[in-house]
């Protein structure tokens, strides 16, 4: 267990569809950064909160947004959901604050669309 | 968007053989890190680099920041069944962790008893 909660673990949805994928950092870790694992695309930075706050943007789509609330959880909502948007999507944490940090990644959610 | 330029792409090895891997980028990097990543889960970090030259161990596996900044490699000694995975070289350009990791494709390392 790497302290990086994900859930659900499994999420199947039809095209159109909108879901919202959940994360709970490692304890004490600010920040959370999302992934998005594609067979294609390989491993993409999505995006990244830092204790609330949007603090870099990678390769998100429109389409997709993400938040990072008072607790540290952070939620990665998807909508209008397409087929090629079927992908592992993983969050990970870091301590912050000191270069020499260590990324933490959950397990992932891996999303079907259909 | 940008990926590392990961090789070999996959390594069908025998049980104690020594494995090399290695990440080119046309760009430069201030810390390079190495995962790995088993069926069903995240990836793993094994070994962090900070700085050019940097040369650094942990058991069995060895990696290097290379002087240009722009490459890394991870070396493997006497392989054992558990090795198996897949590996994966990232880079970060920011010193402070304000942007994300870019990714290597992954080396898929097979052994064979």
């Known amino acids: 267990d790497s302290g990086v909660t994900q859930t659900p673990k499994h999420l199947i949805t039809a095209t159109g569809q909108r879901v919202t994928l959940r994360c709970s950092p490692r304890s004490g870790d600010l920040s959370v950064y999302w992934y998005q694992q594609s067979l294609d695309q390989g491993l993409q930075f999505l995006i990244q909160y830092y204790n609330g706050e949007e603090r870099a943007k990678g390769n998100i789509l429109e389409r997709f947004s993400a938040q990072q609330f008072p607790d540290l959880h952070s939620e990665l909502n998807l909508s209008s959901l397409e087929l090629g948007d079927s992908a592992l999507y993983f969050c990970?944490?870091?301590?912050?604050?000191?270069?020499?940090?260590?990324?933490?990644f959950g397990s992932g959610t891996r999303l079907t669309v259909v | 968007g940008q990926q590392l330029n990961q090789s070999p792409q996959s390594m069908f090895i025998q049980e104690g053989e020594d494995v090399s891997m290695n990440c080119t980028s046309s760009?430069?990097?201030?810390?390079w890190l190495w995962y790995k990543q088993d069926p069903g889960e995240g990836p793993v970090l094994l070994i962090a680099?900070?700085?050019?030259?940097e040369l650094t161990s942990n058991g069995r596996l060895t990696a290097q920041f290379g002087i240009t900044r722009k490459d890394s490699f991870l070396n493997i000694s006497a392989s054992i069944p558990s090795d198996v995975g897949i590996y994966f070289c990232a880079g970060q350009k920011s010193g402070g962790g304000a942007d994300g990791l870019t990714f290597g494709k992954g080396t898929h390392l097979i052994i064979q008893p």
């Open positions: 990970a944490s870091t301590p912050e604050g000191s270069r020499r940090m260590g990324y933490t």
């Open positions: 760009s430069i990097f201030n810390t």
């Open positions: 680099l900070y700085k050019a030259g």
